[in-house]
């Protein structure tokens, strides 16, 4: 399948197919003259590749993750449980930093538009 072709079925552009196999995650043959030329079930690779940039994951993960891949859908082996918790655990921790940053900064805001008002 050429390069265009798997944008056109995945809605992916190709520069991000590119971006994909710079990564190590989609993996191309080159045709004569160059052109890039990928397995049928590169489509596939693709969706999963999305599904797992959608839970937050980073390419550096989906890259180790994408052979444990069981079938059509987004499940995976379950050798990868306790990879995933990490993940999991890792996004917790940010969205608590995150809540934290914002609270401070509803109560900075608070603070200065009192200071505005009575100033």
């Known amino acids: 399948m050429k390069i265009g072709d798997l944008a056109r079925e995945t809605g ?3 520069r991000l197919l590119r971006y994909y196999e710079e990564q190590g995650l ?3 043959e080159r045709a004569g003259g160059g052109h890039r030329r990928y397995a049928a ?12 940039l959608a839970a937050g994951l980073p390419t550096r ?3 180790d993750l994408l052979p444990c ?3 059509d859908g987004p ?3 379950p050798c ?8 999991l655990g890792g996004l917790d921790e940010r969205i608590s930093g995150l809540q934290e940053a914002r609270t401070a900064l509803a109560s900075l805001l608070e603070t ?3 200071a505005g008002v009575g100033g």
């Not at 079930?41 to 797992?52: F, M, S």
């Not at 990868?80 to 993940?87: A, G, K, N, W, Y």
Request: glycine share 2%; net charge negative; proline share 0%.
């Open 12 to 14: 992916v552009s190709v």
């Open 26 to 28: 989609l993996v191309s």
């Open 41 to 52: 079930d590169a489509a596939a690779v693709v969706r999963h590749i999305r599904t797992l």
């Open 61 to 63: 993960v989906i890259r």
């Open 69 to 71: 891949v069981a079938g």
């Open 75 to 77: 499940e995976l082996e």
């Open 80 to 87: 990868v449980i306790d990879h995933l918790r990490e993940q």
């Open 112 to 114: 200065t538009e009192r």
